[in-house]
């Protein structure tokens, strides 16, 4: 019996919440499925900050969840201090106009 | 695989006065570089402008007509 969308959400808020740059993936760190994934680890990696991946190419629940939180229907999506912020697609141009590194720099300096 | 015409048609209905240039990036016409242009994008932040284009592409996009998408958004100046 799947876990309820209750729990799924608790599960999601508490994992996004745990993690100061969360991405929802397919694959894990070390075995990456798709080329997104690789795409936004390599984009964290330039920055030097820590990153967890949490995957689920194979849990659609989950999968359905998180497309409806975020009204985002694609994977990976990426989750800073607790927010949203799309994938690479979004990150690329917070980047170009000078956002990511204050938000970045925020996050985790409050630690 | 969708055709340019539906792809046109499912942001043109909720972006009647959009500017749109859709680019096939892989030939299977399901992987896609988009620019759309909207008034409708005026006040909105990125994810809020990508989450408007996502909507208006739900349907082709939940059954796998359209599998991704590399959205550019754009405020005409005029």
Redesign the interface.
Known sequence: MSSSTQSLQEEIQNEIKAHKILVYSKGTKTEPRCGFTVETMQFFDRYGYPYELVDVLENPEKRQALTEMTNWPTLPKVFINGQFYGDTDILDEMAAKGELEPLLKTTFEKA | MITEEAFNELLKSAFPDADIAIFDKTGAMDHFRLWISSKAFEGKN??EQ??MV??A??DA??DGRIH?V??KTDIPKN
């Open positions: 990125l994810i990508h989450q996502y909507r592409l739900d996009m939940k991704a590399e959205i």
